[in-house]
């Protein structure tokens, strides 16, 4: 409760990501800790308080300037009435939008990040300068005081490319520019 009142604008979303952070818990899912910020809310009386951002258009990049990368999931009906997760990684050019996605029935490992990232290059028939992606646990391991600490294995590969990374705040998509 006390983290409420001092950040208001804290989501249930938020909350969860920084206990499977800092104290490694995954007994429990978002949802169950979003309900709970709510009735937080509600029993204690502390309103939501949502900052406004200001937009503007970004500029448009050059051809070959930069990929977008997103990691997802998606939960998906089977032929026995179960559900299955999948995950997914997508490429998207910054220029053209012209997309790139390939998917895992498994969570991505750093050599999944890596081949899949080879796929998309031959795809597009390129690789961009820069590449933007969301700190992900696969390319992130910590922040420092706003240094982004990249996994090794993604390291030895960005610098054997020598492409540009450029990674968005922590649980902001609008920091990508498109959202």
């Not at 990691?71 to 997914?88: A, E």
């Not at 290059?121 to 391991?141: H, K, N, P, T």
Request: aromatic share 14%; charged share 30%.
């Amino acid at each position: 409760m006390g983290w409420l009142k001092e950040h208001p604008d804290l989501s249930g979303a938020q909350v969860f990501d920084w206990l499977e952070e800092k104290l490694n818990v995954s007994i429990i899912t978002e949802g169950t800790v979003r309900n709970y910020v709510n009735e937080l809310r509600e029993t204690y009386h502390i309103p939501k308080i949502t900052s406004e951002r200001e937009f503007s258009a970004v500029p448009e990049l050059p051809m070959g300037q930069q990929i977008q990368v997103d990691f997802g999931q998606k939960r998906i009906p089977t032929t026995d009435g179960t559900y299955t997760r999948l995950y997914f990684i997508g490429f998207v050019l910054a220029h053209s939008r012209y997309k790139y996605v390939e998917w895992l029935d498994r969570p991505f490992r750093a050599t999944d990040l890596i081949r899949m990232h080879e796929n998309a290059f031959r795809f597009f028939g390129w690789m961009s300068i820069e590449i933007v992606y969301d700190q992900d646990r696969l390319l992130a391991v910590r922040e420092n005081a706003g240094d982004i600490i990249m996994t090794e294995e993604f390291t030895k590969y960005q610098q054997a490319r020598r492409f540009k990374v450029y990674l968005c705040r922590k649980s902001d998509p609008e920091s990508k520019g498109y959202a």
